[in-house]
């Protein structure tokens, strides 16, 4: 007998930030190029006009990524965000590797019932952790700055372009513009 998929059910708290994760299709590096950061990047940028959310951290590896927002709204659904997030990229990169990279196609593409699809992203939402404590957000920060430190992509945080390592420990630029976190988020109590 066939296991019931069981959908993990997303938590919409006004004041709560969110650490968001999700991977590419199978793994693939489809991350591994200036042009889909870039597209990964306009895509956020848009959907934070758009959604009202501070971006606090983040990283872009080559097959996932990471990001921790903060809804500024009240009434919020931390799904659609997402979707405003991932739904721009995948439809660039495929309009592009329709015209340029034909030969990807059929590994981005799988059969659901009788129709067929290609996918960017993994399927399903990815993983959304909400964040209330403080002292969480300092753990989910480093956490995700060390991505590229724990596969051995560089030594450094601060040292992969595509983090937003180097602009919170003073140390350089973010290729994402952040937001400021607030005072209150970085307090920890005794």
Known sequence: MAQKRVHRRNVNEPGHAHELTFSCYQGYKLLDSD???DWLKESLDTARAEFDFDLWCYVFM?????LIVWPR?????????RKAIKEPVSRTAMKYLRRHRRDWLP???RQRGQREEQLFWQSG????????EPKTLLSMIDYIHMNPVRRGLVERAI????SSAAQLEDAGDSFVRLDRIPSEWLVLDP
């Open 73 to 81: 709204r009240k009434v919020y659904d931390i799904a659609e965000i």
């Open 125 to 132: 939402g990815g993983y959304d952790r909400n964040i209330t």
């Open 35 to 37: 042009r889909s950061r």
């Open 107 to 109: 590994k981005l593409t």
């Open 62 to 66: 080559p097959e996932h990524v990471h």
């Open 159 to 162: 040292d992969w372009p595509w």
